[in-house]
């Protein structure tokens, strides 16, 4: 009877520790179950992408998610080649990440191409997401894909351009033949200026090796250049304000960054800003938000910026009302 006891007693202890073994294992597994993976895809280097990069990131703190702590970051940087998109897309599918987001069009399409049906893709600032077929609309994207979209405010861009160079005959606007954003862009502004009478000059490139040439021809035949929002026109942009500072014709742009990589002045949106409202977008995707009814949101609020270190140079006298409100409320770059 003593032999039965100490073998019941035993057996009890083995399968207490054999369960308590497997509830840690259980719970150590659910442990890393929770942690999500979040593969970012950015298609270049360039300051604007790289805003939005640090803002998406700075929206997911927002919600908690810490890289490191709670939630894995996988970033991939395309260095502008479509081949690289592919197979960092594949890359994330691979991996079952929990969510994918996209920095520029070529990379969102590229995520949304190999996502399927399942997996969250949010747009990190994409101009005219429902254009690109990216969502079916605005307001009701319709599957896995939704985010943030940076409409320039084009009307007011002109309008700061005709304040600064009220002389001026004619704009060339300068954009990418393959950039479906620079070509939206581009277009968009030059129905603009249609409308107020102003002249203007198209000129395309193909990629940044282009732009000394296309900038050289360009600045010989305009007394202003427009630099809509591009991903080669950004990327170039500090040779395109190389060859107009050598002619004195200033170079109007779209973003922030291309007014600190020499551009004169612009009413810009903060790329910064549409990556933290990515960011933020995505954390609650994470959480269990829908994205098929998760409108696209627009950051439509923009700011002063200039360069008065570049107006010294071309001689230009900005605006006293102009350099106030982008000391107190924009950006000044000197």
Known sequence: MKRLYGFIA????FLGVAFFMTQNNSSNTTTKKEVPTVGILQLMTHPALNQIHKGFVAGLKEYGYIPGKNIKIDFQNAQGDQSNLKTMSTKFVNEKVSLM?????????????????????????????????LVKSDKHPGANVTGTS????????????????????????????????????????????????????????????DMQQVAEQMVSQVDAVYAPQDNEVASAMKTLVEVGNKSKIPVFAAADTMVKDGGLA?????????????GEMAAQVLRGRKTATFPVQYV?????????????????TLPDDIVKQAQSKGEVFK
């Open 10 to 13: 035993a057996l009890v202890i």
């Open 101 to 133: 987001a996209g920095i520029a069009t070529p990379a969102a399409q590229a995520l949304a191409n190999v996502a399927g049906k399942q997996t969250p893709v949010i747009l990190a600032g994409i101009t005219n997401p429902s254009g690109t077929g």
């Open 150 to 209: 940076g409409e320039s405010p084009l009307k007011k861009q002109l309008a700061l351009i005709k304040k600064i160079m009220p002389n001026a005959k004619t704009i060339g606007i300068i954009y990418t033949s393959s950039d479906h954003g620079g070509t939206y862009n581009a277009k968009k502004f030059a129905a603009l200026c249609k409308e107020e009478g102003i002249n203007y000059k198209l000129y395309t490139i193909s990629g940044t090796n």
């Open 266 to 278: 612009s009413y810009a949106i903060s790329q910064y800003k549409l990556g933290k409202v990515a």
């Open 300 to 316: 439509t609020k923009g700011e002063y910026v200039i360069n008065t270190k570049e107006a010294k140079l071309l001689g230009i």
